[in-house]
C-alpha cells in the first residue's frame, strides 16, 4: 500500500507563487511514477504534470506549461509542484496520484492522496 500526503494549498492573489509537496510512504518507489491532478468545481478532475522517480522524465499539461515545474527529491520520497504566475482558474483541489506504471503523462493512477486546496483570487 501506498500512502500519499499533500500539502502547501492556500490563498494566493493572481499572479503569486506556491509550491505545492507530495509525501510519499509505505513502499519502495525506485519504479513508481508520480503526478499531479487537480478538480475544480463542476469539473473534471484534469492531469497537470507527471514525473518517473529518477526525475529524468517529465510531462506537463498545455495549460500550465511555462508556469508549473514538476520535481522530486528521491531522499525525501516527496513531489513537489512549483506553481508560479497563478491565474484564478487555477483554482482547484490538487491530487498526488502515483503508481508503478512506467508511462509519464495523463491517464489512470492506483494510489491518490486526499487533496489540498488552491484557490487563486483576482
Known amino acids: 500500500q501506498v500512502q500519499l500526503v499533500e500539502s502547501g494549498g492556500g490563498l494566493v492573489q493572481a499572479g503569486g507563487s506556491l509550491r505545492l509537496s507530495c509525501a510519499a510512504s509505505g513502499r519502495t518507489f525506485s519504479t513508481y511514477t508520480m503526478a499531479w491532478f487537480r478538480q475544480a468545481p463542476g469539473k473534471e478532475r484534469e492531469f497537470v504534470a507527471a514525473i518517473n522517480w529518477s526525475g529524468g522524465v517529465t510531462a506537463v499539461a498545455q495549460s500550465v506549461k511555462g508556469r508549473f515545474t514538476i520535481s522530486i527529491d528521491n531522499a525525501k520520497n516527496t513531489v513537489y509542484l512549483e506553481m508560479n504566475s497563478l491565474k484564478p482558474e487555477d483554482t482547484a483541489v490538487y491530487y498526488c496520484?502515483?503508481?508503478?506504471?512506467?508511462?509519464?503523462?495523463?491517464?489512470?493512477?492506483?494510489?491518490w492522496g486526499q487533496g489540498t486546496q488552491v484557490t487563486v483570487s483576482s
Open positions: 496520484a502515483s503508481d508503478r506504471t512506467a508511462a509519464v503523462g495523463p491517464r489512470k493512477y492506483d494510489y
